[in-house]
């Protein structure tokens, strides 16, 4: 076997959120999808649309390209009560309970952004990885820490809807 890079290893953690995404929504029911723990806590529809959301809208900011979201017309297919560029950053309960959705939706446009996110993390050079892509932060954010920090937010999600399953399987 060969040298592991980096974008070897981004690229394993993008995939291990796409797995994760497509075990959590194997065989859920809308009611399964929408079903929130306590009566408010995220569903799993939300969870899984927001980290998709989050990832196909950074990936698609520091790649320069319009997000799968648009350019493949997922908001008309899912169409929800929501703005275009909404990702579910600062929902409210009423916001997060808008989004429902069936899962094969839900695992169509997450294929989707994976796609598009391992192709364009599968053409990155060591020398890509370490441009600056937010100078607001101190030290600046790199390509890479950014694309850590969508992997890191993602699996926590991902995460969080497991749970929400497991709960689910309880009942």
């Known amino acids: 076997m060969g040298e592991v890079t980096a974008t070897d290893v981004l690229l394993d953690g993008f995939q291990r959120i796409s797995q994760s995404v497509e075990r959590v929504l194997d065989g859920l029911t809308p009611e399964h999808l929408t079903h929130r723990v306590g009566g408010t806590a995220n569903p799993i529809a939300w969870l899984v649309w927001h980290l998709t959301r989050v990832q196909d809208d950074h990936v698609g900011d520091v790649a320069g390209t319009e997000q799968v979201w648009t350019a493949d017309h997922w908001a008309k297919r899912f169409a929800l009560p ?41 053409a990155l050079s060591a020398e890509d990885l370490t441009r600056v892509v937010d100078e607001s932060w101190d030290p600046p954010v790199t390509l890479a820490v950014r694309l850590l920090s969508v992997i890191e937010d993602d699996l926590q999600h991902v995460g969080q809807a497991a749970f929400v399953r497991g709960v689910l399987s309880g009942k």
């Open 82 to 122: 929501l703005p275009t560029d909404d990702t579910g950053y600062g929902h409210d309960s009423d916001q997060v309970a808008a989004v429902t959705a069936p899962a094969d939706l839900l695992l169509d446009y997450h294929r989707a952004v994976h796609d598009r996110t391992a192709a364009y993390v599968r």
